[in-house]
């Protein structure tokens, strides 16, 4: 079945870097676009960075870009976001999410936390 599985989060201090992980299976991962959320406290989900299925487009939330990449390899069935110039309003819990055969699947999410 399909599976999303988030690592990398943590307690960082503001200006920090993280990167995330999102390691997939039971899916054609080449054939779509993966995208990374976030949920803050008392907050709704709201859409990060995406990623198209090879890669060659890519969006961003305004208030990431610059600071965030999100990235992938189709070889390890894998998506990344590397997030640089942390600041305390980019802590969330973040998830990747795809949707495949016209079903979304979410993974577990991954806290990270911005901090001094």
């Known amino acids: 079945q399909v599976q999303l599985v988030e690592s990398g989060g943590g307690l960082v201090q503001p200006g920090g870097s993280l990167r995330l992980s999102c390691a997939t299976s039971?899916?054609?991962?080449?054939?779509?676009?993966m995208s990374w959320y976030r949920q803050a406290p008392g907050k709704e989900r709201e859409l990060v960075a995406a990623?198209?299925?090879?890669?060659?487009?890519?969006n961003y939330k305004d208030s990431v870009k610059g600071r965030f990449t999100i990235s992938r390899d189709n070889a390890k069935n894998a998506v990344y976001l590397q997030m640089n110039s942390l600041k305390p309003e980019d802590t969330a819990v973040y998830y990747c999410?795809?949707?495949?055969?016209?079903?979304?699947?979410w993974g577990q999410g991954t806290q990270v936390t911005v901090s001094s």
């Open positions: 999410r795809t949707i495949y055969s016209g079903r979304i699947y």
């Open positions: 039971g899916f054609t991962f080449s054939g779509v676009a």
């Open positions: 990623i198209s299925s090879i890669g060659g487009t890519t």
